[in-house]
């Protein structure tokens, strides 16, 4: 019994690199080659659907200045809390 994605193709191509956009691009390449040759079957690959990537952006400068800002506002706040106990 096999489960999950098999390797037991006759022919088998394989593309590494950091862009994915060049890979999708090159796996379909490849495949439309592979699906050229009039004895070729079940031609796939193992990608699956683009999904969109979420980058935050973080200014540092704005970052620290917040953080400078949220540490006075909060150590006046424990400062009054300790003087009222």
Same mark, same amino acid.
Do not use: Y
């Given at each position: 019994? /096999?489960?999950?994605?098999?390797? =037991? %193709?006759? !022919?088998?191509?394989?593309?590494?690199?950091?862009?994915? #956009? @060049? !890979? &999708?691009? /090159? %796996? $379909?390449?490849?495949?439309? !080659?592979?699906?050229?040759?009039?004895?070729?079957? *079940?031609? &796939?690959? =193992? +990608?699956? $659907?683009?999904?969109? @990537? /979420?980058?935050? /952006?973080?200014? $540092? *400068?704005?970052? &620290?200045? %917040?953080?400078? &800002?949220? +540490?006075? #506002?909060?150590?006046? $706040? +424990?400062?009054? %809390?300790?003087?009222?106990?």
């Amino acid at each position: 019994m /096999l489960i999950g994605p098999g390797r =037991d %193709s006759k !022919l088998e191509a394989c593309f590494h690199g950091p862009d994915p #956009q @060049v !890979l &999708r691009t /090159l %796996s $379909e390449q490849a495949k439309a !080659l592979m699906r050229a040759d009039p004895g070729s079957k *079940e031609v &796939r690959d =193992d +990608w699956r $659907e683009p999904v969109k @990537v /979420l980058r935050p /952006l973080f200014n $540092e *400068e704005t970052g &620290r200045q %917040s953080f400078r &800002r949220l +540490w006075r #506002q909060k150590k006046h $706040e +424990w400062q009054r %809390s300790i003087v009222n106990c």
